[in-house]
């Protein structure tokens, strides 16, 4: 007979690196509509090369400052949370162990265990380790990976600027004739790449996520031309 197989991924380790890929592609996608949108936009007003250039990199850098400083700020603030509820944990199980064995019996039971089950497992897992034992069950934390603010930070520094390389590259190397359709055939062509690879990741049909990245940015990219081009027209 042949083995099942499953295709949904297992395992806290995996299921972590899963997320971490998306936010990464997710990054990736914001810094390539955002830049897009950009020197699409001051392309509309002036053909000016330097301008161009100083446009994308101006917002290639504080794109992704702005996106490194929120996650580390957002992570530092879950980091925080987690340590204080293991705090909390360790303060419970020193003062109250009997109280804390009844609660991770309970919340075993409420699993689907049989009482006798639940309590024996409860006991079992509270002489292993009981912080862990709580934190998993009872926090849904894993207190050996919480995460780094600053790994975080990087890792969104890092995913934003190479997002926002594409669109400033294909505006500034090609021919002042060839800029505009270079951009924007290359901006939807890697907004497909990213909405395909983040509906994957999430293990979703990636139709609709394409279709919904690639008229996001196909907008953005209109708008800030129309506005470019209008504002280039008036001498501002």
Same mark, same amino acid.
């Given at each position: 007979?042949?083995?099942?197989?499953?295709?949904?991924?297992?395992?806290?380790?995996?299921?972590?690196?899963?997320?971490?890929?998306?936010?990464?592609?997710?990054?990736?996608?914001?810094?390539?509509?955002?830049?897009?949108?950009?020197?699409?936009?001051?392309?509309? +007003?002036?053909? @000016?090369?330097? $301008?161009?250039?100083?446009?994308? !990199?101006?917002? #290639? /850098? %504080?794109?992704?400052?702005?996106? &490194?400083?929120?996650?580390?700020?957002?992570?530092?603030?879950?980091?925080?949370?987690?340590?204080?509820?293991?705090?909390?944990?360790?303060?419970?199980?020193?003062?109250?162990?009997?109280?804390?064995?009844?609660?991770?019996?309970?919340?075993?039971?409420?699993?689907?265990?049989?009482?006798?089950?639940?309590?024996?497992?409860?006991?079992?897992?509270?002489?292993?380790?009981?912080?862990?034992?709580?934190?998993?069950?009872?926090?849904?934390?894993?207190?050996?990976?919480?995460?780094?603010?600053?790994?975080? +930070?990087?890792? @969104?520094?890092? $995913?934003?600027?190479?997002?926002? !390389?594409?669109? #400033? /590259? %294909?505006?500034?190397?090609?021919? &002042?004739?060839?800029?505009?359709?270079?951009?924007?055939?290359?901006?939807?062509?890697?907004?497909?790449?990213?909405?395909?690879?983040?509906?994957?990741?999430?293990?979703?049909?990636?139709?609709?996520?394409?279709?919904?990245?690639?008229?996001?940015?196909?907008?953005?990219?209109?708008?800030?031309?129309?506005?470019?081009?209008?504002?280039?027209?008036?001498?501002?």
């Amino acid at each position: 007979m042949t083995e099942p197989t499953h295709d949904e991924p297992h395992g806290g380790a995996l299921g972590s690196r899963l997320n971490w890929l998306r936010a990464a592609v997710l990054g990736a996608n914001d810094g390539i509509v955002s830049t897009a949108g950009l020197v699409v936009g001051v392309a509309g +007003a002036t053909d @000016s090369r330097s $301008a161009l250039l100083t446009a994308g !990199l101006a917002g #290639l /850098l %504080a794109g992704s400052m702005s996106m &490194a400083a929120g996650e580390y700020v957002s992570v530092s603030t879950q980091r925080d949370s987690e340590m204080a509820a293991l705090a909390v944990e360790r303060r419970e199980l020193r003062e109250e162990p009997e109280a804390e064995l009844r609660e991770l019996t309970e919340l075993l039971q409420a699993r689907g265990l049989s009482r006798e089950v639940a309590r024996e497992a409860a006991e079992q897992l509270t002489e292993r380790d009981a912080l862990r034992a709580h934190a998993s069950v009872e926090l849904g934390i894993n207190p050996d990976e919480l995460t780094d603010p600053w790994h975080a +930070a990087g890792a @969104s520094f890092l $995913a934003f600027t190479v997002g926002a !390389l594409l669109p #400033l /590259l %294909a505006i500034v190397l090609p021919p &002042a004739a060839w800029r505009l359709g270079v951009t924007v055939v290359s901006v939807l062509a890697a907004l497909v790449l990213t909405g395909w690879s983040s509906a994957r990741l999430g293990a979703a049909g990636p139709g609709r996520a394409v279709l919904r990245n690639v008229a996001g940015g196909a907008l953005a990219m209109a708008v800030t031309y129309v506005a470019g081009t209008l504002l280039g027209a008036v001498g501002v």
